[in-house]
């Protein structure tokens, strides 16, 4: 009796855990449903998809082994790979990937990604049915070149596979039951998130890749500290709180630099910082004001201070890491108030104020604003700033409630996936903030081709019709920035941006 206590005892001092901050709660555990940037990256490590965004931004196998495309290009086959278990000990099969798939696709769903699949989309879904004991297959009414892309995207949750019991008998959400790595624990509202290491996970073989390749779990706990202060978070891992500080802001660096107990892991991503136009605004539905603004800023310089000259600036919505950054759409857009002022004088305005929204979550959209507003003053323009928190930001930038604001748009590793985010149809979707018709059509084209030459020549004519009708100025792409102790190992950056604790030694043992 006294050896079983004593195994017991030492069991439980000998656990391991990787303590990282979140600078905000996540926003449910329902994959790709109610979500930000910090929701995807939690559940990233806990449910998995068919597919995976590797760092190039390919599409390598995950829960499938493989996929094969019927030669009209509507109907994918996927054949599940073996001996791959859920959280609770269920093995994989083809009937739990048709109810996810199925679910996301619902019509009361909020999945992120359903639009892909509507009437706007890449493609409607006509069937998702069970192929024999390891295979399921996808039909869709037309080709899209697209559909593996977006069924890897971060941002839809991965399209991760769930086990049913992820939910009720009424079909109302509990949490999420997945194959990942690491499997749900606790989360409590506002402080943190723990996720178990799931012994019985099947990694990949080889090294991690992006959102997929080879998985180890080497902790037995993810602890994901809710810190929205960045001074907060800082002293945290000074005082060896925090293993991990992913995500920190430029500003937050100087505690922290030329200490031998702190490391940095430094990745350029391809998120982008813009500042978008609601062009039916009475003022900006004027591309002159749109113009002026965009020649009055020096983005350089902007980039530089308000990022402490950690991010690349960029006039494009291709963002500067990407393989389809182009010499053709790589220059900045150059200051010129002169012509600025022109443009004001053109449109007739006559000082009515421009309200321009930020928010205090992410310092280099704030000091953005701060930026702007200052040189637009320089060519006559009356900028006023609003400073909301984000939540309240996600929703006036969801129903297209504003004239302009700094907004942050989360990596996206392939440009027609950027773009979609900012062309559309405003009726259908307000978040659009690009509504040309001819650039719609574009868009459509560089979804529904695979030659990469030839998308390359869409995405430049596209960057040059942006540049023309400035629906929005893109400013810079940030870099990810991780601030750990010196004793973590095996923590590594990426262009996707999200943080990835699989693979990561926190370099000792924590008593609970």
Not at 119 to 136: E, K, N, S, T
Not at 394 to 401: E, F, I, N, V
Request: hydrophobic share 40%; charged share 20%; aromatic share 8%.
């Amino acid at each position: 009796m006294l050896l079983a206590l004593l195994s017991i005892v030492t069991t439980a001092s000998a656990e391991t855990v990787l303590r990282s901050r979140l600078n905000s709660d996540i926003a449910s555990t329902d994959p790709g449903m109610k979500r930000d940037e910090n929701t995807d990256a939690v559940l990233l490590h806990v449910v998995e998809g068919l597919v995976a965004s590797r760092e190039d931004g390919t599409v390598a196998p995950m829960l499938a082994s493989g996929w094969t495309v019927t030669p009209d290009g509507l109907t994918y086959r996927f054949t599940l790979r073996q001996g791959v278990r859920f959280h609770n000990g269920a093995p994989l099969t083809p009937a739990d990937v048709v109810w996810s798939l199925q679910r996301y696709l619902a019509p009361d769903s909020h999945w992120r990604c359903k639009s892909e699949f509507g009437p706007h989309g890449i493609a409607r879904v006509l069937a998702v049915q069970a192929a024999g004991a390891d295979g399921v297959t996808v039909t869709l009414d037309r080709p899209a070149p697209m559909f593996l892309r977006i069924l890897a995207r971060s941002d839809c949750g991965g399209t991760g596979i769930l086990h049913p019991s992820s939910v009720d008998a009424g079909g109302h959400w509990i949490a999420p039951v997945g194959t990942g790595p690491f499997r749900f624990s606790q989360w409590r509202r506002n402080q943190f998130i723990d996720l178990l290491r799931f012994p019985g996970y099947r990694s990949l073989p080889g090294a991690r890749d992006g959102n997929g390749g080879g998985k180890h779990a080497l902790v037995d706990r993810l602890h994901f500290e809710v810190i929205p202060d960045g001074s907060s978070a800082t002293a945290a891992l000074l005082r060896d709180s925090l293993d991990i500080l992913d995500n920190l802001a430029p500003n937050e660096l100087g505690g922290l630099t030329g200490r031998t107990d702190i490391r940095f892991s430094i990745a350029p991503t391809m998120d982008l910082y813009a500042l978008l136009f609601q062009t039916r605004d009475p003022v900006l539905s004027d591309p002159r004001i749109r113009q002026a603004i965009a020649l009055s800023l020096d983005v350089r310089a902007l980039t530089r201070v308000a990022t402490h000259g950690t991010a690349t600036p960029n006039s494009s919505f291709i963002p500067a890491a990407s393989p389809y950054f182009s010499a053709a759409v790589q220059p900045v857009i150059r200051q010129d108030l002169a012509r600025a002022r022109a443009l004001v004088r053109e449109s007739g305005y006559r000082g009515a104020p421009i309200e321009l929204l930020t928010n205090r979550r992410y310092p280099q959209a704030f000091d953005s604003a701060i930026i702007i507003q200052a040189m637009a003053r320089e060519i006559g323009l009356r900028m006023e700033i609003v400073t909301l928190d984000w939540a309240t930001q996600l929703a006036r930038y969801a129903h297209g409630d504003y004239q302009a604001m700094v907004f942050l748009y989360s990596s996206r590793l392939d440009p027609a996936l950027i773009l979609d985010s900012l062309l559309g149809d405003k009726k259908a979707d307000p978040r659009r903030v690009w509504d040309e018709p001819e650039a719609i059509s574009l868009l459509e084209q560089s979804m529904s081709v695979d030659d990469r030459e030839a998308r390359q020549h869409i995405f430049d004519a596209l960057d040059r019709q942006f540049r023309e009708d400035v629906p929005a100025v893109v400013l810079f792409n940030t870099s990810r920035i991780a601030a750990m102790r010196a004793r973590v190992s095996g923590y590594q950056g990426w262009a996707g941006g999200l943080q990835r604790l699989w693979d990561v030694d926190p370099g000792r043992r924590i008593d609970p």
